[in-house]
């Protein structure tokens, strides 16, 4: 039997498109020893985080056992028979989900990370005495977890239970900025776990929506769509009547993770350079309620737009600003303008039902109609 390695990146000519997402510049072929691949499907995908398509030799001789053979002619004239029909042979890749075992979650539960060292202080000066509870509900239910250099681990755990994945990130502890100079690069909890042998080889990624098990805790509340898990938690924390998700990034608005949102009524908050991107999205996203929220794209000055803030960038902003809960005689006009604009959009008759997400949107509704507080 051939052996065969990943092969060695010599050139753009070396990487090939990717059977899963489509990458034409990513893949790298398994080939022997004389650099030839073995088929199409079988190899690696180099967006690791994003992708994960992992598809060994090993797997694919188990998927294809008329292919072992230990005679390299033989095995050649296979694929030269196979290559003269007239029907291609469809890439095979793997079904099966990868899932890190829960243990590792209980285990990295902690509140010393620096990320939550900037949430208990941007906490504490707006709830006061009332923050530890706020505190201790995010640990519980988003299962932050904390490495050995105070860096924060955000789990992604599907609507199952199963662990997918942890994405470790750093933040500095005084303003909540993440760290992104060289040696605090975001890492991955299944590539740490492989590096250390604890999961195999051909273990492949399938990544969810972070926050994504706490829709079957509530399934009766809207949902708010971020893009940063830091955004879902901060949003979380300051309003807590809605169910907040992140997908982990503008590019990971894909339909496969998605589709847990069907029969839902989603409100997505794209960052300041995300609206035009994920208003398209939301378009094809017919399975669920989805609305656009415009408030950044409308509302953001153009240093803030420049600097691509996100909602909790907003909401902070709001917090130290004083501007962040309505006054009764505002709200009584909120009610108004939304009374109006059900009639025109019943969907939004969903979000008076939350008191806190009226709130949230009258500053934003109010000042769509013109009326400023």
């Known amino acids: 039997m051939k052996n065969y390695s990943l092969q060695t990146y010599k050139g753009i000519a070396t990487r090939h498109t990717c059977p899963n997402c489509g990458d034409k510049r990513s893949f790298a072929y398994y080939v022997d020893e004389e650099n030839t691949s073995l088929h ?3 190899g690696r995908c180099n967006h690791e985080s994003s992708c994960g398509y992992h598809y060994t030799p090993k797997q694919y ?5 008329e292919c072992r ?3 390299a002619s033989s095995f050649d004239g296979q694929m030269k028979e196979v290559k003269s029909k007239s029907t291609p042979i469809e890439p095979q890749k793997p079904t099966a989900i990868g899932y890190v075992p829960i243990h590792y979650v209980e285990k990295s539960k902690s509140v010393q990370s620096n990320f939550f060292r900037f949430l208990s202080t941007l906490l504490g000066n707006y709830y006061g005495s009332k923050s530890q509870e706020v505190l201790n509900r995010l640990l519980d239910e988003y299962r932050l977890g904390a490495t050995r250099d105070d860096a924060v681990i955000f789990w992604q755990i599907d609507k199952n239970g199963k662990v997918r994945t942890g994405k470790v990130m750093q933040y500095n502890p005084e303003d909540g900025h993440r760290i992104k100079e060289q040696g605090a690069a975001i890492n991955w909890i299944h590539s740490i776990l492989k590096k250390q042998n604890v999961l195999p080889e051909e273990w492949l990624l399938s ?4 926050g994504e098990h706490l829709l079957s805790l509530y399934p009766d509340k809207v949902v708010v769509l971020v893009e ?8 979380s924390a300051i309003f807590p009547g809605y169910v907040w998700l992140a997908t982990g990034g503008k590019s990971q608005m894909k339909e496969d993770k998605l589709r847990v949102l069907s029969g839902r009524t989603v409100l997505l908050f794209p960052d300041a350079d995300g609206y035009t991107e994920w208003k398209q999205r939301a378009e094809s996203m017919t399975y669920c309620k989805a609305i656009v929220s415009d408030l950044i794209e409308k ?3 153009p240093k803030q737009k420049a600097d691509h803030i996100d909602i909790a960038d907003w909401i902070i902003f709001q917090i130290q600003e004083g501007k962040l809960m309505c006054t009764a005689n505002h709200l009584v006009e909120a009610e108004k303008i939304l009374q ?3 009639k025109k959009n019943p969907v ?3 979000l008076i039902d939350e008191l806190d997400l009226v709130l949230v949107d009258a500053s934003h509704i109010a000042s769509d109609d013109k009326n400023p507080p």
């Open 299 to 301: 509302h953001a000055t």
């Open 69 to 71: 053979t230990s005679d």
């Open 348 to 350: 939004l008759q969903r």
């Open 40 to 42: 199409p499907s079988v």
């Open 207 to 210: 990544q969810c929506l972070f």
């Open 228 to 235: 940063s898990e830091k955004s879902a938690i901060i949003g």
């Open 340 to 342: 109006r604009m059900i």
């Open 61 to 65: 001789f188990q998927d294809h056992p």
